[in-house]
């Protein structure tokens, strides 16, 4: 049962994932839509849909699965994939500019991460995924253990924590160069910080799966304290 005063959600169908929306420079497009819409608080994402933030805006997309991308500004991402149960997840990201850090929550989950220039093949770990405005790809590894595939050479190269792996824009060339501690900390406590003076809610979301039937998932979701909203 939900807890008192918990927010509750209904959608048709699965989603994908929902965002946490903290700052009002956060737009969705859906597959069937032209238009950009603002998003919201538990916002549903589904398959193809695209995410942007503008100029000062971040947000935070938490899968099915909790597994949890942390968005920068002026970035521009898509979601392809399918919720297939609580706990497993069939996941793309299509990063087309800027930077996201992921964090894989579940070993039954598959993710990958796809920029203009490579694929990171992923489950389990914590990365970040940055993409300048000509299509070069930079990623960074926490933990766990990625393989970064280069698009048009095929080359691979593992990414492990205190390891970048940078890509060309023609996808043909990667280099793996080495990260301090030091680096590592202070760029997670930056990640971090877009979760911080933020009040956790209750978030039921209600939907018919493939076979009609009615499901019900209780998630957390985080949302900005009221004198901090716009």
């Known amino acids: 049962m939900a807890e008192d005063g918990a927010d509750r959600s209904v959608t048709p169908r ?20 032209e238009d950009w819409i603002g998003a919201a608080r538990t916002h549903p994402l589904h398959d193809a849909d695209t995410l942007r933030t503008g100029d000062e805006g971040f947000a935070v997309v938490q899968f099915m699965d909790n597994s949890v991308a942390r968005v920068r500004p002026n970035s521009l991402l898509i979601v392809h994939g399918e919720s297939r149960a609580p706990g497993n997840t069939a996941a793309r990201i299509a990063v087309e500019l800027g930077e996201m850090f ?9 993710y990958e991460v796809a920029t203009p220039s490579a694929v990171a093949a992923v489950r389990g770990t914590r990365f970040s995924t940055w993409v300048s405005p000509t299509g070069a790809s930079s990623f960074t ?10 698009l048009a050479s095929g080359n691979v190269v593992p990414l492990v924590r205190g390891t970048r792996a940078e890509v060309d824009a023609a996808g043909e060339e990667i280099e793996l160069t080495r990260v301090t501690e030091d680096e590592l900390d202070t760029a997670y406590d930056e990640y971090q910080r877009m979760d911080d003076e933020l009040d ?13 039937r009615t499901e019900e ?3 957390e979701y985080f949302q900005v304290q009221p004198d901090e909203e716009e």
Do not use: M
Not at 14 to 33: E, K, S
Not at 102 to 110: E, I
Not at 203 to 210: G, P, Y
């Open 141 to 150: 590894g926490f933990s766990g253990h990625v393989l970064i595939t280069a």
């Open 200 to 212: 956790i809610k209750s978030l039921w979301l209600r939907f018919i799966d493939a076979e009609g």
């Open 102 to 110: 992921l964090s894989v929550q579940s070993s039954a989950s598959a």
């Open 217 to 219: 998932i209780e998630l």
């Open 14 to 33: 699965r989603p994908l994932a929902i965002v946490r929306r903290f700052n009002p420079l956060v737009q969705v497009r859906h597959l069937a839509d």
